[in-house]
């Protein structure tokens, strides 16, 4: 069976000693298996990292601009290879990884502008013959580890960023589904990047733990669920590093009485089912406010997700595919389950798809469930699954109350026609990103991607100007030239602009 291994000083390196499957979730069937990496390989990835950071630190920006240039018309190049392994190890259909892909593709073209990102701040005559300046410096050899949602996009969210910017970078993605991670990283070394700049260790706890000790990393970015990323937050900081974790979500959507609900629903399929319900920008809980929209929901949404198809990623005509692991759909079954046990309606039921000639995948169709309330177990965690709920309230207040009173604060949206009703939304919800009519407020390259609350461990958010400030330290200086008419004797108090 084909071993996937690691990406190490521009080398590829197989770690055999311990393994682990790699399955296909359609088929239920272990198709490869991924090395996990020893503390000892991790260490050889930082020594490599380290080893050639001098240089890369020192490399003009706009060479490191041309290595993304370069970068991004490999990846466009190969869009179809790397769609295919996304599905294969991931079940995601092709047309929702060639979307996941051009989003990652999105935070390379903002890397290719680092000649302005990095240029710095500068200030003639800040005081007497007195000039002052910022710059940019990278931080050194920087870490990041990436869920297996987003096996393309993800990691894409932050090593091109870190790389411009100057730093070397090592990846540990998760080791689900990562055969396309390792494959786009090897493009770097095509683009012209220089060995050791770029790393790929694939693993588990071992491989993380080492990562967040070794203090030759300054700054670790992660994204997963909020267990971990309260823990990977916690570590990193104590070990004296900086650190981003993004953790889990539960995004609710509210849909007012005045709400086109063809369009409402429309995007609801999409936003709650899309991908599997497995994003962390996924609506899984519609808040309907007052009884005859909620009816009105429901009925239109029984009648709209009839024929949504559910299948290989291969057939692009399907909506949406399997879950990652067998484990991950006992405990999305489960959560169903519970909500059912709890009282609420399960309108339509997904437990028991399973499609002709898959019917070992991990599959779990789409899953409608009404009167849900705030105390349900299966309303308080992140199902992470095809699973849409509905709160019913009677009153917008109640609903953003319901949203702010949530331990989680990724993303939100409201369905409306009402402009000051968005506006009274927008400034008073406590949830990190945003939409209007809009179901998945996934922020452009050029802005940050991050929520509130115990969706984000750290104080910047993802790509975007923050990703540069946090891959960045500034340095400023200031300085005066003496001459003639500016000499002046000792001075004992505070020095000013005056």
């Known amino acids: 069976m084909n071993i996937i291994g690691h ?29 996990l990496a020893s503390k000892s390989t991790v260490e050889q990835a930082i020594a490599a990292a380290a080893a050639a950071f001098p240089a890369w630190r020192d490399t003009p920006v706009a060479k490191r601009a041309r290595v ?7 990846l466009e190049e ?51 013959g007195i000039d002052s300046w910022s710059e940019f410096h990278p931080l050194g050899v920087v870490a990041g580890i990436t869920p297996f949602n987003f096996p393309a996009m993800v990691p894409l969210w932050m090593y091109p960023l870190a790389i411009v910017c100057g730093n070397c970078f090592i990846l540990k993605p998760s080791e689900r589904d990562p055969g396309s991670t390792l494959f786009i990283a090897q493009l770097l070394k095509e683009a012209g990047l220089p060995d050791g700049v770029m790393n790929v260790v694939n693993g588990d706890k071992e491989a993380v733990d080492t990562l967040l000790s070794d203090p030759r990393i300054q700054a670790v ?33 509210i849909v007012m009485p005045d709400a086109d609900l063809d369009n409402v629903v429309n995007s609801l399929l999409g936003a709650a089912f899309g991908s599997s319900g497995e994003r962390c920008m996924a609506l899984s809980v519609a808040v309907a406010v ?24 291969t057939d692009t005509h399907n909506d949406f595919g399997p879950l990652i692991t067998r484990q991950h759909q006992q405990n999305v079954e489960n959560a169903i389950a519970s909500a059912e046990q709890q009282g609420a309606d ?40 095809p699973v849409l709920q509905v709160v019913r309230v009677q009153t917008m207040e109640q609903a953003m109350q319901l949203i702010n009173d949530h331990e989680y604060g990724n ?32 922020p452009v390259a050029s802005q940050s991607f991050g929520g509130w609350k115990n969706s984000l461990f750290g104080d910047l958010h993802a790509y975007g100007p923050d990703g540069v400030r946090f891959y960045t330290r500034r340095k400023t200086i200031t300085q005066r030239w003496p001459s003639a008419d500016l000499r002046e004797g000792a001075q004992f108090s505070m020095p000013s602009q005056g």
């Open 411 to 442: 993303g939100t949206c409201i369905y409306t026609r009402d402009g000051e009703a968005a506006r009274y939304f927008t400034d008073h919800i406590q949830v990190g990103m945003v939409g209007v009519n809009i179901p998945l407020p996934v």
């Open 346 to 385: 399960i309108v339509i039921d997904g437990r028991h798809l399973r499609p002709a000639g898959y019917e070992n995948g991990f599959f779990v169709g789409a899953t409608l469930i009404d009167r849900v309330t705030p105390e349900m177990e299966s309303y308080r965690q992140e199902i992470f699954g």
């Open 221 to 253: 970015s992660f994204v997963g669920s909020t267990p971990i990323a309260r823990h990977i937050y916690a570590t990193a900081a104590g070990n004296g590093k900086r650190c981003q974790a993004l953790g889990g979500a539960k995004n609710h959507a």
């Open 7 to 35: 990406l190490i000083n521009g080398e590829l390196v197989n770690d055999r000693a311990r393994t682990q499957p790699v399955y296909n979730p359609a088929t239920g069937e272990a198709t490869k298996e991924v090395a």
């Open 290 to 313: 007052g009884d005859d929209i909620a009816d009105k929901l429901i009925a239109q949404l029984q009648h709209a997700m009839q024929p949504l198809k559910v299948g290989v990623c």
């Open 78 to 128: 190969h869009a179809d290879t790397i769609c295919n392994m996304i599905g294969e190890e991931h079940g995601k259909i092709l047309h929702d990884a060639a979307g996941e892909l051009q989003r990652g593709i999105e935070n390379v073209e903002y890397a290719c502008g680092a000649p302005e990102l990095l240029k710095g701040e500068y200030s003639k005559n800040a005081g007497p």
């Open 68 to 74: 993304m240039f370069r970068f991004k018309a490999l």
